[in-house]
């Protein structure tokens, strides 16, 4: 099991025994039921807020056909040294992220400005 799998196996236990330790020291028993109510809250809480946040401010734009989605995307190459990552959507589209750029690698090699990070964190056209 990789390690992002266990980070979320183990931070809602983590948030909910904190939560129910923390109140338990004020209200005994009645503090450990209400804190893990409250720490499964304030997990679904955090849930929620990263869900849409992804959805607003998706981590890579759609594809240039605008079939895929951010989540569409697979991790074909990174380069550690120049901080370069190749993604490849379902379509079949190579596209190279560099920071805050999104660029597509067509069939013959060469590199084409696709997309960039606004101020904001919209993906906006790079043309």
């Given at each position: 099991?990789?390690?992002?799998?266990?980070?979320?196996?183990?931070?809602?236990?983590?948030v909910?025994?904190?939560?129910?330790?923390?109140?338990?020291?004020?209200?005994?028993?009645?503090?450990?039921?209400?804190?893990?109510?409250?720490?499964?809250?304030?997990?679904?809480?955090?849930?929620?807020?990263?869900y849409?946040g992804?959805?607003?401010?998706?981590?890579?734009?759609?594809?240039?056909?605008?079939?895929?989605?951010?989540?569409?995307?697979?991790?074909v190459?990174?380069?550690?040294?120049?901080?370069?990552?190749?993604?490849?959507?379902?379509?079949?589209?190579?596209?190279?992220?560099?920071?805050?750029?999104?660029?597509?690698?067509?069939?013959?090699?060469?590199?084409?400005?696709?997309?960039?990070?606004?101020?904001?964190?919209?993906?906006?056209?790079d043309s």
């Amino acid at each position: 099991m990789s390690t992002c799998c266990w980070i979320l196996l183990v931070l809602p236990i983590i948030v909910v025994y904190l939560a129910g330790s923390f109140l338990s020291r004020c209200y005994g028993f009645w503090g450990w039921i209400f804190g893990i109510i409250a720490g499964s809250f304030l997990f679904g809480l955090i849930q929620l807020v990263l869900y849409y946040g992804n959805k607003k401010y998706p981590i890579h734009p759609s594809c240039r056909n605008g079939k895929c989605t951010s989540e569409d995307y697979n991790l074909v190459e990174y380069d550690e040294q120049r901080g370069i990552f190749i993604f490849c959507c379902k379509c079949g589209t190579k596209y190279l992220q560099d920071h805050s750029y999104f660029k597509e690698i067509l069939p013959d090699g060469s590199i084409k400005a696709y997309m960039k990070r606004g101020r904001c964190g919209h993906w906006q056209d790079d043309s």
